[in-house]
Protein backbone atom coordinates (compact mmCIF):
# COMPACT_ATOMS: atom_id res chain seq x y z
CA UNK A 1 0.00 0.00 0.00
CA UNK A 2 1.09 3.54 -0.67
CA UNK A 3 0.72 5.91 1.77
CA UNK A 4 0.75 9.43 1.81
CA UNK A 5 1.92 11.48 5.18
CA UNK A 6 0.20 15.33 5.67
CA UNK A 7 2.11 16.13 8.79
CA UNK A 8 6.09 14.75 9.92
CA UNK A 9 6.08 15.43 13.45
CA UNK A 10 6.11 12.79 16.38
CA UNK A 11 3.47 10.73 15.09
CA UNK A 12 4.39 11.36 11.28
CA UNK A 13 7.62 9.81 11.77
CA UNK A 14 6.83 7.12 13.27
CA UNK A 15 4.02 5.85 10.96
CA UNK A 16 6.66 6.24 8.59
CA UNK A 17 8.78 3.90 10.15
CA UNK A 18 6.38 1.42 10.93
CA UNK A 19 4.41 1.51 7.74
CA UNK A 20 7.65 0.33 6.02
CA UNK A 21 8.49 -2.34 8.41
CA UNK A 22 4.72 -3.16 7.47
CA UNK A 23 6.04 -2.95 3.84
CA UNK A 24 3.98 -0.54 2.74
CA UNK A 25 5.72 2.47 0.59
CA UNK A 26 5.35 6.26 1.14
CA UNK A 27 4.12 8.18 -1.64
CA UNK A 28 5.17 11.82 -0.38
CA UNK A 29 5.67 13.62 2.80
CA UNK A 30 3.84 17.09 3.18
CA UNK A 31 4.91 19.25 6.32
CA UNK A 32 6.16 23.01 5.33
CA UNK A 33 8.18 22.96 8.28
CA UNK A 34 10.33 20.04 8.47
CA UNK A 35 13.68 20.45 7.24
CA UNK A 36 14.46 20.03 3.46
CA UNK A 37 17.95 18.49 3.57
CA UNK A 38 16.86 15.72 5.77
CA UNK A 39 17.14 12.02 3.98
CA UNK A 40 14.01 10.27 5.00
CA UNK A 41 13.56 6.80 5.41
CA UNK A 42 11.61 6.38 2.85
CA UNK A 43 12.70 8.47 0.41
CA UNK A 44 9.35 9.75 -0.51
CA UNK A 45 9.37 13.52 -1.60
CA UNK A 46 8.78 16.42 0.82
CA UNK A 47 5.97 18.92 -0.67
CA UNK A 48 5.73 21.80 1.54
CA UNK A 49 1.54 22.39 1.01
CA UNK A 50 -0.88 19.42 -0.72
CA UNK A 51 -1.02 21.54 -3.76
CA UNK A 52 1.62 20.88 -4.95
CA UNK A 53 2.45 17.30 -3.95
CA UNK A 54 1.75 15.81 -7.43
CA UNK A 55 3.01 12.61 -6.13
CA UNK A 56 0.39 12.31 -2.99
CA UNK A 57 -2.12 10.97 -6.42
CA UNK A 58 -0.55 8.40 -5.74
CA UNK A 59 -1.44 7.21 -2.25
CA UNK A 60 -3.79 4.23 -2.22
CA UNK A 61 -4.60 6.54 1.76
CA UNK A 62 -3.45 9.67 3.41
CA UNK A 63 -2.95 9.72 6.97
CA UNK A 64 -2.81 13.43 8.65
CA UNK A 65 -1.07 14.38 12.12
CA UNK A 66 -0.64 18.04 11.92
CA UNK A 67 -2.33 20.35 14.64
CA UNK A 68 -5.90 21.45 15.15
CA UNK A 69 -5.23 25.03 13.27
CA UNK A 70 -4.54 23.34 10.07
CA UNK A 71 -6.39 20.18 9.92
CA UNK A 72 -9.75 21.73 8.27
CA UNK A 73 -8.29 23.37 5.13
CA UNK A 74 -6.18 19.74 4.85
CA UNK A 75 -9.22 17.84 4.86
CA UNK A 76 -11.11 19.82 2.70
CA UNK A 77 -7.64 19.22 0.37
CA UNK A 78 -7.64 15.55 0.39
CA UNK A 79 -10.93 14.90 0.22
CA UNK A 80 -11.49 17.48 -3.04
CA UNK A 81 -8.86 15.10 -5.00
CA UNK A 82 -10.87 11.95 -3.32
CA UNK A 83 -8.54 10.98 -1.23
CA UNK A 84 -9.54 8.02 1.06
CA UNK A 85 -8.23 9.64 4.35
CA UNK A 86 -6.88 8.68 8.06
CA UNK A 87 -7.07 11.94 10.43
CA UNK A 88 -5.22 11.39 13.39
CA UNK A 89 -5.47 15.32 14.05
CA UNK A 90 -7.80 16.25 17.13
CA UNK A 91 -9.39 19.76 18.31
CA UNK A 92 -11.47 19.62 14.95
CA UNK A 93 -14.48 17.45 16.02
CA UNK A 94 -16.80 20.18 16.73
CA UNK A 95 -16.92 20.04 12.55
CA UNK A 96 -17.79 16.99 12.37
CA UNK A 97 -20.75 18.06 10.48
CA UNK A 98 -19.81 20.17 7.80
CA UNK A 99 -16.56 17.60 7.30
CA UNK A 100 -18.80 14.96 6.27
CA UNK A 101 -21.14 17.19 3.95
CA UNK A 102 -17.61 17.64 2.20
CA UNK A 103 -16.85 13.62 2.06
CA UNK A 104 -20.49 13.14 0.70
CA UNK A 105 -20.11 15.81 -1.97
CA UNK A 106 -16.89 14.66 -3.05
CA UNK A 107 -18.00 10.59 -2.91
CA UNK A 108 -14.79 10.07 -0.92
CA UNK A 109 -13.78 8.25 2.64
CA UNK A 110 -12.59 9.59 5.96
CA UNK A 111 -11.58 7.58 8.95
CA UNK A 112 -11.39 9.64 11.74
CA UNK A 113 -10.28 8.58 15.69
CA UNK A 114 -9.69 11.01 18.66
CA UNK A 115 -7.32 8.08 19.60
CA UNK A 116 -6.00 5.43 16.87
CA UNK A 117 -4.68 2.72 20.17
CA UNK A 118 -6.51 -0.39 20.04
CA UNK A 119 -6.50 -0.24 23.64
CA UNK A 120 -8.23 3.04 23.92
CA UNK A 121 -10.74 1.71 21.78
CA UNK A 122 -11.18 -1.24 24.22
CA UNK A 123 -10.86 0.95 26.99
CA UNK A 124 -14.54 2.83 25.46
CA UNK A 125 -15.82 -0.50 25.12
CA UNK A 126 -15.26 -0.81 28.99
CA UNK A 127 -16.48 2.27 30.02
CA UNK A 128 -19.44 1.95 27.96
CA UNK A 129 -20.14 -1.41 29.73
CA UNK A 130 -18.76 -0.33 33.19
CA UNK A 131 -21.28 2.54 33.20
CA UNK A 132 -24.55 1.19 31.72
CA UNK A 133 -23.82 -1.31 34.84
CA UNK A 134 -23.46 1.17 37.32
CA UNK A 135 -26.14 3.71 36.40
CA UNK A 136 -29.03 1.68 38.68
CA UNK A 137 -26.60 2.70 41.24
CA UNK A 138 -27.51 5.99 42.62
CA UNK A 139 -24.67 6.16 45.13
CA UNK A 140 -21.91 6.00 42.65
CA UNK A 141 -21.39 9.19 41.17
CA UNK A 142 -19.14 9.14 37.85
CA UNK A 143 -16.19 11.64 36.93
CA UNK A 144 -12.28 11.73 35.82
CA UNK A 145 -9.65 13.44 34.58
CA UNK A 146 -6.96 12.91 31.81
CA UNK A 147 -3.06 14.32 31.32
CA UNK A 148 -0.98 14.89 28.35
CA UNK A 149 2.57 16.45 27.91
CA UNK A 150 2.78 20.34 28.06
CA UNK A 151 3.12 20.69 24.55
CA UNK A 152 -0.60 19.38 23.69
CA UNK A 153 -2.31 22.37 21.67
CA UNK A 154 -6.00 21.20 22.46
CA UNK A 155 -7.62 20.36 26.15
CA UNK A 156 -9.88 18.35 26.78
CA UNK A 157 -8.12 15.67 24.72
CA UNK A 158 -10.34 14.33 21.34
CA UNK A 159 -10.32 11.27 23.74
CA UNK A 160 -11.14 12.72 26.61
CA UNK A 161 -14.34 13.69 25.14
CA UNK A 162 -15.10 10.74 23.46
CA UNK A 163 -14.95 8.72 26.57
CA UNK A 164 -17.28 11.26 28.46
CA UNK A 165 -19.71 11.21 25.71
CA UNK A 166 -19.35 7.21 25.94
CA UNK A 167 -20.42 7.58 29.51
CA UNK A 168 -23.10 10.34 28.95
CA UNK A 169 -25.00 7.88 26.55
CA UNK A 170 -24.83 5.05 29.01
CA UNK A 171 -25.68 7.08 32.48
CA UNK A 172 -29.39 8.17 32.30
CA UNK A 173 -28.20 10.33 35.76
CA UNK A 174 -25.87 12.21 33.81
CA UNK A 175 -26.84 14.81 31.40
CA UNK A 176 -23.49 17.19 30.93
CA UNK A 177 -19.91 17.09 30.53
CA UNK A 178 -18.27 19.94 32.57
CA UNK A 179 -14.35 20.06 31.20
CA UNK A 180 -13.64 23.84 32.88
CA UNK A 181 -12.40 24.19 36.25
CA UNK A 182 -15.53 24.40 38.80
CA UNK A 183 -15.15 27.83 40.37
CA UNK A 184 -17.05 28.70 43.47
CA UNK A 185 -19.20 25.70 43.34
CA UNK A 186 -19.57 22.02 43.41
CA UNK A 187 -20.63 19.85 40.35
CA UNK A 188 -24.47 19.62 39.61
CA UNK A 189 -26.32 16.31 39.83
CA UNK A 190 -26.39 15.62 36.64
CA UNK A 191 -22.76 17.08 35.82
CA UNK A 192 -19.94 15.11 34.37
CA UNK A 193 -16.65 16.72 35.88
CA UNK A 194 -13.83 15.80 33.84
CA UNK A 195 -10.81 18.41 34.21
CA UNK A 196 -7.40 18.37 31.95
CA UNK A 197 -3.81 18.34 33.39
CA UNK A 198 -0.94 19.20 30.96
CA UNK A 199 2.48 18.32 32.66
CA UNK A 200 5.87 17.45 31.31
CA UNK A 201 6.07 14.14 28.92
CA UNK A 202 3.02 12.35 29.57
CA UNK A 203 1.87 10.54 26.41
CA UNK A 204 -1.49 10.41 27.59
CA UNK A 205 -3.66 9.04 30.24
CA UNK A 206 -7.61 8.79 31.36
CA UNK A 207 -9.37 8.02 34.31
CA UNK A 208 -12.57 7.37 35.62
CA UNK A 209 -14.21 7.16 38.80
CA UNK A 210 -17.34 5.57 40.16
CA UNK A 211 -17.34 6.60 43.58
CA UNK A 212 -19.81 5.49 46.24
CA UNK A 213 -19.31 6.36 49.96
CA UNK A 214 -18.21 3.10 50.55
CA UNK A 215 -15.30 2.88 47.55
CA UNK A 216 -14.07 3.51 44.57
CA UNK A 217 -14.19 1.94 41.33
CA UNK A 218 -11.46 3.30 39.01
CA UNK A 219 -10.36 2.34 35.45
CA UNK A 220 -7.24 4.26 33.44
CA UNK A 221 -6.01 3.83 30.32
CA UNK A 222 -2.26 4.39 30.13
CA UNK A 223 -0.30 5.34 26.76
CA UNK A 224 3.06 3.87 27.64
CA UNK A 225 4.51 4.67 23.67
CA UNK A 226 3.07 6.13 20.80
CA UNK A 227 4.16 3.08 19.09
CA UNK A 228 0.75 1.98 19.57
CA UNK A 229 -1.55 5.10 18.28
CA UNK A 230 0.90 4.81 14.90
CA UNK A 231 0.45 1.38 14.34
CA UNK A 232 -3.49 1.70 15.32
CA UNK A 233 -3.40 4.81 12.68
CA UNK A 234 -1.86 2.05 9.96
CA UNK A 235 -4.47 -0.32 10.72
CA UNK A 236 -7.21 2.00 10.11
CA UNK A 237 -5.53 3.06 6.81
CA UNK A 238 -5.19 -0.33 5.41
CA UNK A 239 -9.36 -1.18 6.79
CA UNK A 240 -9.96 1.97 4.51
CA UNK A 241 -7.68 0.88 1.73
CA UNK A 242 -8.60 -2.59 1.59
CA UNK A 243 -12.46 -1.96 0.26
CA UNK A 244 -14.13 0.55 -1.52
CA UNK A 245 -15.55 2.33 0.96
CA UNK A 246 -17.29 5.29 0.66
CA UNK A 247 -18.05 7.84 3.51
CA UNK A 248 -17.39 8.19 7.22
CA UNK A 249 -15.91 5.97 8.94
CA UNK A 250 -14.22 5.64 13.07
CA UNK A 251 -12.13 3.31 14.77
CA UNK A 252 -15.10 0.94 15.74
CA UNK A 253 -15.88 0.16 12.40
CA UNK A 254 -11.98 -1.03 11.74
CA UNK A 255 -12.16 -2.80 15.67
CA UNK A 256 -15.39 -4.42 14.20
CA UNK A 257 -13.52 -6.48 11.49
CA UNK A 258 -10.68 -7.21 14.13
CA UNK A 259 -12.27 -8.31 16.25
CA UNK A 260 -13.98 -11.02 13.80
CA UNK A 261 -10.82 -12.08 12.68
CA UNK A 262 -9.20 -12.05 16.72
N1 LIG B 1 -5.76 10.41 17.15
C1 LIG B 1 -4.67 9.96 17.78
O1 LIG B 1 -4.55 8.76 18.09
C2 LIG B 1 -3.55 10.91 18.09
C3 LIG B 1 -2.33 10.46 18.63
C4 LIG B 1 -1.29 11.37 18.82
C5 LIG B 1 -1.47 12.69 18.47
N2 LIG B 1 -2.67 13.10 17.98
C6 LIG B 1 -2.89 14.46 17.50
O2 LIG B 1 -2.26 14.56 16.22
C7 LIG B 1 -1.75 15.86 16.02
C8 LIG B 1 -0.25 15.79 15.69
O3 LIG B 1 0.44 15.16 16.74
P1 LIG B 1 2.06 15.08 16.73
O4 LIG B 1 2.40 14.53 18.08
O5 LIG B 1 2.57 14.40 15.52
O6 LIG B 1 2.42 16.64 16.67
P2 LIG B 1 3.78 17.34 16.22
O7 LIG B 1 3.71 18.74 16.69
O8 LIG B 1 4.97 16.52 16.62
O9 LIG B 1 3.71 17.30 14.61
C9 LIG B 1 2.82 18.07 13.86
C10 LIG B 1 3.46 18.29 12.50
O10 LIG B 1 2.49 18.91 11.64
C11 LIG B 1 3.21 19.81 10.82
N3 LIG B 1 2.29 20.77 10.19
C12 LIG B 1 1.81 21.94 10.71
N4 LIG B 1 1.02 22.53 9.78
C13 LIG B 1 1.00 21.71 8.70
C14 LIG B 1 0.35 21.76 7.43
N5 LIG B 1 -0.44 22.79 7.08
N6 LIG B 1 0.56 20.75 6.55
C15 LIG B 1 1.35 19.70 6.87
N7 LIG B 1 1.99 19.60 8.05
C16 LIG B 1 1.82 20.60 8.95
C17 LIG B 1 4.23 20.45 11.76
O11 LIG B 1 5.29 21.03 11.03
C18 LIG B 1 4.68 19.22 12.56
O12 LIG B 1 5.81 18.60 11.95
C19 LIG B 1 -2.12 16.64 17.29
O13 LIG B 1 -3.40 17.25 17.08
C20 LIG B 1 -2.26 15.56 18.34
O14 LIG B 1 -3.11 15.93 19.41
C21 LIG B 1 -3.70 12.24 17.78
Known sequence: MRIGLVGYGKMGRMIESLALERGH??????????????KFPSGAPLCKDI??????????????????????DNIKALTERKLPVVVG?????????????????SGSSLLWASNFSLGVNLFYEIAAFTAKLLDPYAEYDV????????????SPSGTAKT?????????TRKSKAVYETL????PAAEELHYPSL??????????????????????????????GLASGAIQAAEWLAAAERKGMF????VLKTLSRKN
Open 163 to 171: LVETVLKEM
Open 89 to 105: TTGWHDHLDEVSSWVAK
Open 183 to 186: EHRP
Open 25 to 38: SISAIVDPFTDADK
Open 198 to 227: RVGSVPGTHSLFFDSPSDTIEITHTVRNRE
Open 250 to 253: TMRD
Open 51 to 72: ASAGALEASDVVIEFTHPSTVL
Open 143 to 154: GGWEAHHNKKAD
